[in-house]
């Protein structure tokens, strides 16, 4: 499992690079045997923050719970976005002022 949050948090970091004339301007992290933390921010204003940690969801079955955000500047309008999430076993759950919302029955 300690491989599998290793290689979590290096592929959310390479996907957090999407300008490829950005350059890393900080990244910390601290990956445990059984939670990782990092944070990342790149020179064209890109951040990105996320800590996840093991959780034991019945006999026999852990899942990984993870709580993040990241933002990034629209190039055009120069607009800030952020994304604030959560990701369990009841899956991705984003939240941001310009994301839709679905209406409450």
């Known amino acids: 499992m300690k491989a ?3 290689f979590a948090c290096l592929l959310a970091v390479a996907f957090a690079r999407p300008n490829p004339d950005a350059e890393i301007v900080k990244l910390d992290s601290d990956v445990g045997p059984e939670s990782y933390v990092y944070n ?5 204003g890109t ?6 940690q093991l959780k034991d969801v019945g006999t026999d079955h ?3 719970v993870v709580h ?3 933002s990034w500047v629209d190039e ?3 607009e800030k976005f952020t994304v604030n999430y ?4 009841n899956g991705f759950q984003p939240q941001g002022a310009h994301l839709p ?3 409450v029955a």
């Open 4 to 6: 599998a949050i290793i």
């Open 40 to 44: 990342l921010e790149t020179s064209d």
């Open 47 to 52: 951040k990105k923050e996320e800590a996840g």
């Open 62 to 64: 852990e899942a990984i």
């Open 68 to 70: 993040g955000s990241f």
């Open 76 to 78: 055009k309008t120069g």
């Open 86 to 89: 959560v990701a369990d076993e």
């Open 101 to 103: 919302v679905a209406p």
